[in-house]
C-alpha cells in the first residue's frame, strides 16, 4: 500500500518535535557550562581569552567580556591621595582628630612598621589592592590586603608591608601615590603570604620567584628584541643604595630602569594591536605566564578599573619577566584557560558588614583572592589568582 507525500511528511515532523524536545530535556537536565574559546569552564561567567601577546620570556592573554559593570562610584588609592581624597600617615603624626571635631581612635603614639593611618575624605568608597606602594614617612609601604574603605569612615589602621629595607629617618609626613605596583615574587608575600621577612627577601631578589621552575634554557630573542637583563644579584644591587634598599630603584635605576620601559612598550603596543578591534567586548584583566607557565591573573569588574590598574601592573609583569630566566617554551591558551578553571579547596574569609568581603582559597600551589563590594550591590570587584611555592608539581615539559 502506498503512503501518500502527506502522511510521510506529517511523520517527518513528529520525529524531529521528538527530537528537539528530547534535546531541549537534556540540556535543562545536564546544562552546558560557562565555555570560552571552546574550552572548559573559566571561574566567572562571561569571560573570553582573547589571543596571547608573547614577547621574550612574558607571554600576557588578555581577558575579555561583554559585561562591563559600572565602577565609577569607586575610587583607586593613587587618584584618592593624588587629589588629596585620602590621606596616609604614619601613627600618631597628623590625625589627632576626626572631620567632626570628635577624637580619633587611640592609635599608638609612634610609626610601626607594619601599620599607617588611612582616612577616606572623599565622597567615593576607595579601593585599596595588595602590592601597591605608598612612598614617604619613615620608609616606603606595600598594601598588605585587598580592601574597600568607606565614605566618612574613622581614620583606618592600614596594615602594609614594608619595601624599603634599612630606612626610618622622617620623609614626606603624608604618603603619596608611588603608582608602582611591586612584581608577583614581592606581592605574592604580602598578599598570600602575609609575613614582612619574605617580603624583605623577594624586594632583594631573594629566595623563589612565584611558581619558578628548574628550567633554565635562555630564549632566542626575536628578531629587533631585547632579552631579559635583570638577574637576582641586578635586582638587589639595583635597589641597594646608601645604606637603604628602595623599591623605586628597580623602576629608576638605569640601565634596568629603562629596559623595563623598553619592554613593557613594546608589550603595550602589541597589546593594542591584538585588542584594538574588539566589537562589543571589553578587556577587563589579564592571565600572565613567565616562559611555560601560567603563574598570575589580575581581572577586574570593569574595564574602567582594569584600565586604571594596568600601566602599573604592566611594569610589574616585566619586571618579574626580566629577573626569571629565559624559557624556551611559552604557555598556551588551553594552559591559560586550565589557571582560570573554578576554585576549589580551603576557603577563608573576612568582611566588613555592608561594605565588602574578602575571600581567599587555597588549594595546593594555587591561590584565589576575590574583593566582593557589598554595597550599592554585590560585585566583585578584583579577582587575583596566582601559582605560588618552588616546585615544579604539574609542570610537563
Request: charged share 25%; aromatic share 6%.
Amino acid at each position: 500500500m502506498r503512503t501518500s507525500p502527506r502522511k510521510v511528511l506529517t511523520v517527518l515532523i513528529a520525529a524531529i518535535v521528538i527530537l528537539l524536545g528530547a534535546t531541549l530535556t537534556a540540556a535543562k537536565l545536564c546544562p552546558t557550562a560557562n565555555v570560552s574559546n571552546g574550552g572548559p569552564a573559566l571561574a566567572q561567567p562571561g569571560w573570553r581569552l582573547a589571543p596571547p601577546i608573547a614577547y621574550d620570556n612574558l607571554t600576557i592573554f588578555p581577558v575579555v567580556s561583554s559585561d562591563d559593570a559600572n565602577t565609577s562610584e569607586f575610587a583607586t588609592l593613587d587618584e584618592a591621595l593624588a587629589s588629596g581624597d585620602a590621606l596616609v600617615t604614619e601613627e600618631g603624626a597628623s590625625m589627632r582628630r576626626m572631620r567632626d571635631g570628635s577624637a580619633a581612635p587611640n592609635f599608638s603614639i609612634g610609626p610601626q612598621v607594619n601599620q599607617l593611618v588611612l582616612i577616606n575624605r572623599g565622597k567615593r568608597p576607595l579601593i585599596l589592592l595588595a602590592g601597591e606602594v605608598v612612598s614617604g614617612g619613615k620608609q616606603d609601604r606595600v598594601i598588605g590586603k585587598d580592601r574597600i574603605v568607606p565614605v566618612g569612615a574613622a581614620p583606618l589602621p592600614l596594615d602594609v608591608f614594608c619595601v624599603e629595607h634599612g630606612r626610618w629617618t622622617p620623609g614626606a609626613e603624608q604618603f603619596s601615590a608611588a603608582q608602582l605596583m611591586v612584581h608577583p615574587s614581592v606581592r605574592e608575600k604580602a598578599a598570600v603570604e602575609q609575613d614582612q621577612k619574605q617580603v624583605w627577601a623577594a624586594v632583594r631578589g631573594e629566595g623563589d620567584a612565584v611558581g619558578s621552575t628548574s628550567e633554565s634554557v635562555t630564549v632566542e630573542a626575536e628578531a629587533g628584541a631585547a632579552a631579559p637583563a635583570i638577574s637576582s644579584r641586578n635586582l638587589s644591587e639595583a635597589i641597594e643604595s646608601a645604606g637603604t634598599q628602595s623599591y623605586q630603584k628597580i623602576y629608576k635605576s638605569s640601565p634596568i630602569g629603562s629596559s623595563v620601559e623598553t619592554f613593557a612598550e613594546e608589550i603595550q603596543r602589541r597589546f593594542e594591536r591584538e585588542t584594538g578591534g574588539l566589537k562589543g567586548e571589553h578587556v577587563v584583566g589579564v592571565v600572565v605566564a613567565f616562559g611555560r607557565e601560567v603563574a598570575w591573573s589580575d581581572i577586574f569588574a570593569s574595564s574602567e578599573l582594569f584600565d586604571s590598574y594596568w600601566p602599573k601592573l604592566l611594569r610589574s609583569y616585566v619586571v618579574e619577566a626580566m629577573t626569571r630566566p629565559g624559557m624556551r617554551r611559552v604557555a598556551s591558551l588551553d594552559d591559560a584557560r586550565d589557571f582560570l578553571r573554578p576554585a576549589t579547596g580551603h576557603i577563608e574569609e573576612e568582611s566588613e558588614p555592608g561594605i565588602y568581603r574578602w575571600r581567599k582559597q587555597s588549594e595546593g600551589r594555587l591561590a584565589e583572592i576575590e574583593l566582593d563590594a557589598l554595597t550599592p550591590k554585590p560585585l566583585t570587584l578584583h579577582w587575583l589568582r596566582v601559582l605560588h611555592g618552588n616546585d615544579s608539581v604539574g609542570i610537563v615539559d
